[in-house]
Structures are given as C-alpha cells and as structure tokens.
C-alpha cells in the first residue's frame, strides 16, 4: 500500500494482561511481525506490564506506548503517573483523552490539551482521541463535537508539536460493540478533521499528521479502512489482545 503517510497501527490493551501474560502476548507478537517494516507498530499495555515489556520490545520494529499520563511533571498526585516515569521504561507514545476516560473520570478538552503539552515536552508523541456518541452522530452533531475536541484537546499546540502528535477518531458508538464506522464513515469523518488541523496550522500540516480510526478493527475489516485516503492507522482494542488478530490486522494493512 503507498501512501504518503507511514502507517501507525496501536494496540490499546485497556485493563487486560497481567506483566506474566503481557510477556506472552507481546514475545508472540515480536515473532510474528518481525519483518514489518512498512507500518508503525505499537503496544500499549497496562502501566503494571510496561517494565517488563520494555524488556522485550528493545531492539525491535515494535514501540511502546503507554494508556495515559498526568498533565504534571511530579508532585503530591497520589495514583497519578508522570511522562519522567513512562521514559524511564522507554515509552514513546501516550494514548490520551479515550473516550473512556473522558467519559468514566469527565476528562475535559483542556485537560487533555494540558496533557499533550506535558507528553510533547517529554519528547512523548500523544494519541490524542476524539470521536462522537451515537445520540451525536445521529442528531447531525458529529462535526460540531468532533470541533470542540480537536481544537480543544490540540490547543496552543505548535506546528512542530502538531506534526508529532497522532489523533484517533474513535466513533464512540462503534468502540466493543462490533460495530464498525462505514468506509464513508469513516472517510468523512477523518476528512473532516484533517480539514480542522489545516485550519488550525495550515495545508503542509494537515498533510503530515496521521489520523487512525479505533472502532472494532478486525482483521476481516483493517485492509478496507487502512486504505482510505485519510485514514493513517488504527488505534486497536479488543482484537489486540491476541497474537493472531492483532499480527493480522498488521499484515492486512499494508
């Protein structure tokens, strides 16, 4: 596949894998994709499993991300994780502002923009996520809401920090319900906000900034939706949680 943005294809493991079946998931993993080298690859796991992990994914095609982070550097946060520590253990991504947390702990756009100004000055490049809920969508909303977050979640960001940072739209309604954003869906919506960053930073941004689509990616579906235009990578839930499924989504990417 040729396109003019390199791939990134996450794997968002949420609260599943103990550090022992973390080793196993993601040792597989390195032995199956050994030889990619046409998409990003990148495994999030719990903050738990990240030592571990990182031990496995050093001097491989395989990067670590993490599933979130503080907007402060250190202090009296207690339960809290800073970007120092995430470095510690060679993380190079943070996935930031899923929708689960924006909806279960009402993590706000401002709060989220805090969050990637603090991942961007720890040399962390943010997944920053937005999407809309179905009673959204379906109520002609998903441009408007998709707006908010993207100018919010991104605000005050700079060119170069944009040029680094990844944005998944993740419709909330297809997120584990085995539903999945039509191609056109997904098209316009990733269309859209490509649109939204030109506004914010200009034509040679938008170009360069990769957009992934999270929404039950499968393998039967990663080969259609990676071929879209605007669509740059997927940001992968419950089928990442399996060697075979989420090495598959990998291979029928490219």
């Known amino acids: 596949m040729n396109k003019e943005r390199k791939l990134i294809i996450a794997g968002n493991w949420k609260m599943h894998k103990t550090a022992a079946e973390a080793l196993t998931l993601v040792k597989g993993l390195k032995m199956e994709l050994a030889h990619i080298k046409e998409v990003d690859m990148v495994v999030c796991p719990p903050f738990t499993a990240l030592a571990e992990v990182s031990k496995v994914v050093l001097e491989s095609n395989i990067r670590l991300g993490a599933q979130n982070m503080s907007e402060h550097h250190y202090g ?28 279960h702990q009402h993590e706000s756009d401002k709060l989220i923009s805090k969050k990637a100004h603090a991942a961007h000055a720890a040399s962390l490049r943010p997944i920053v996520c937005v999407g809309e ?122």
Do not use: C
Request: proline content about 3%; overall charge negative.
């Open 76 to 103: 009296a946060f207690t339960g809290e994780i800073a970007a120092g520590m995430l470095k510690e253990f060679s993380v190079r991504y943070v996935i930031l502002g899923h929708s689960e947390r924006r909806h």
């Open 133 to 254: 809920t179905l009673a959204e969508r379906e109520g002609g909303q998903m441009e408007k809401v998709l707006e908010t977050q993207v100018r919010g979640s991104l605000h005050g960001l700079t060119h170069e920090q944009l040029d680094e940072t990844i944005i998944a739209y993740e419709p909330i309604w297809a997120i584990g319900s085995g539903r999945t954003a039509s191609p056109e869906q997904a098209q316009e919506a990733h269309a859209f906000i490509r649109k939204l960053v030109a506004d914010m930073a200009g034509d040679a941004v938008a170009r360069r900034v990769r957009i992934q689509y999270g929404g039950s990616v499968k393998p039967a579906n990663a080969r259609e939706l990676m071929g879209l235009p605007d669509v740059d990578g997927a940001l992968v839930g419950g089928a990442a949680l399996d060697t075979r499924s989420f090495s598959d989504i990998i291979k029928h990417s490219i």
